[in-house]
T-cell receptor, first 112, second 114 residues
Framework: NAGVTQTPKFQVLKTGQSMTLQCAQDMNHNSMYWYRQDPGMGLRLIYYSASEGTTDKGEVPNGYNVSRLNKREFSLRLESAAPSQTSVYFC???????????FGSGTRLTVV | DQQVKQNSPSLSVQEGRISILNCDYTNSMFDYFLWYKKYPAEGPTFLISISSIKDKNEDGRFTVFLNKSAKHLSLHIVPSQPGDSAVYFCAASERTSGTYKYIFGTGTRLKVLA
């Protein structure tokens, strides 16, 4: 099925470990986004990429890095995980934001 | 400082009745608004949108109203169905850097009672 695929779906990390969350879309969308969802906080934008080769910070970029590997793939890296990064992470993409984003099903990350 | 607020964390409605979900925003530069629906363990899915040049947009059972002077939008679901039970997020944006970056509210959990 066409859409946004996130891997892994679940992950437990120890404080200080690193990991990369993967995201790929097969809809030929130009823009891609990473959000985190926390209880009582809604969805907050971490980083986005308006087009292949560009990335920009969102509301909460500290502690994260991103790579727009090609038009399809946009990865999110935690270099040194902290318990405050325990969250559900959503990747999204769009061709024209006026029609809304297509979201992946999320990665639930726990940092202990 | 939250720019998009959904002040009701939850709402319960009887099946067949109207559900009204509210959203307030503070940034007068926002010019495009979306509503998303989210089921547990799934990503949000786009429901309906409205541009600041309109005050109403309908799509089947869903209608979004925008009051720019009050910086308020609402989503009406008529009639409500048990399958509508989900968390609803409103999102607002202005176009910057060649794309729309949406700011999301905290969500309202709707429960439709059979």
């Amino acid at each position: 099925n066409a859409g946004v695929t996130q891997t892994p779906k679940f992950q437990v990390l120890k404080t200080g470990q690193s990991m990369t969350l993967q995201c790929a879309q097969d809809m030929n969308h130009n823009s891609m986004y990473w959000y985190r969802q926390d209880p009582g906080m809604g969805l907050r934008l971490i980083y986005y990429s308006a087009s292949e080769g560009t990335t920009d910070k969102g509301e909460v970029p500290n502690g994260y890095n991103v790579s727009r590997l090609n038009k399809r793939e946009f990865s999110l890296r935690l270099e040194s995980a902290a318990p405050s990064q325990t969250s559900v992470y959503f990747c999204a993409s769009d061709w024209d934001s006026l029609f809304g984003y297509t979201f992946g099903s999320g990665t639930r990350l726990t940092v202990v | 400082d939250q720019q998009v607020k959904q002040n009701s964390p939850s709402l319960s409605v009887q099946e067949g009745r109207i559900s009204i979900l509210n959203c307030d925003y503070t940034n007068s530069m926002f010019d495009y608004f979306l509503w998303y629906k989210k089921y547990p363990a799934e990503g949000p899915t786009f429901l309906i949108s409205i541009s600041s040049i309109k005050d109403k947009n309908e799509d089947g059972r869903f209608t979004v109203f925008l009051n720019k002077s009050a910086k308020h939008l609402s989503l009406h679901i008529v009639p409500s169905q048990p399958g509508d039970s989900a968390v609803y997020f409103c999102a607002a944006s202005e176009r910057t850097s060649g794309t729309y970056k949406y700011i999301f509210g905290t969500g309202t959990r709707l429960k439709v009672l059979a």
